[in-house]
């Protein structure tokens, strides 16, 4: 069926670079779509979300971008820091519909 | 403001024995309420959501079931657990009109199970 994927099971970057984590969505219909950050051990935290009548969307230190042209979704993030280490999920929702889609996550590891 | 409580954190349980997850939201009303599973290393499957006290949706076929007693309370139970429902489990919520305009999911720190 239809589903959200990552292209990057892990990525690894010093501190201090910008980090880039792609999400690759299949469902054309979608029109909403969120990141969000796991810590080990805790639920998902929101970090971003954007709508499909969009391209862009900053928030502190964070950007996504939606290029609904090729159904591709990323999130930047700047200055990464340690604790910017965790795994990150897209996820992705159909206006009319109750439910999200999550991909697999990426695990974003910051070295000091 | 909104928070959402789990518990317990951690529980393990025999194979065969029952149970229960309890999960309440402080802070707002008539919120959409959703479980899911998380396998280790996976992403996250959604098991129930409710729209209101005594509504539940359903999306997989399995051994759990889910309650709304009270409108900002949503329990995840089942007779006899299986080998296969280890899993992190998580429960989140959304505004009440989440459901046909897009909304983010918020989530509580979930409940790491595991069957013996």
């Given at each position: ?13 010093q ?32 970090i ?55 991909g ?9 | 403001?909104?928070t ?65 007693p ?26 009440r ?20």
């Amino acid at each position: 069926g239809e589903s959200v994927g990552l292209h990057l099971p892990t990525l690894s970057v010093q501190e201090g670079d910008n980090s880039i984590i792609n999400c690759a969505y299949s469902n054309s219909a979608s029109d909403y779509f969120i990141w969000y950050k796991q810590e080990s051990g805790k639920g998902p935290q929101f970090i971003i979300d954007i709508r499909s009548n969009m391209d862009k969307r900053q928030g502190q230190r964070v950007t996504v971008l939606l290029n609904k042209t090729v159904k591709h979704l990323s999130l930047q993030i700047a200055a990464t820091q340690p604790g910017d280490s965790a795994v990150y999920f897209c996820a992705e929702n159909k206006q009319g519909y109750s439910t999200l889609t999550f991909g697999k996550g990426t695990m974003l590891l910051v070295s000091p | 403001s909104q928070t959402i409580h789990q518990w317990p954190a951690t529980l393990v349980q025999p194979v065969g024995s029952p149970l229960s997850l309890e999960c309440t939201v402080e802070g707002t009303s008539n919120p959409n309420l959703y479980w899911y599973r998380q396998a280790a290393g996976r992403g996250l499957q959604l098991l129930f959501y409710s729209v209101g006290i005594g509504q539940i949706s359903s999306e997989v076929p399995q051994n759990l079931s889910a309650s709304r007693p009270q409108d900002r309370q949503f329990i995840l139970s089942s007779k006899k657990l299986l080998l296969s429902d280890s899993g992190f489990y998580l429960c989140a919520w959304s505004v009440r009109q989440a459901l046909y305009s897009n909304q983010p999911q918020h989530f509580g720190d979930g409940t790491r199970l595991s069957i013996l």
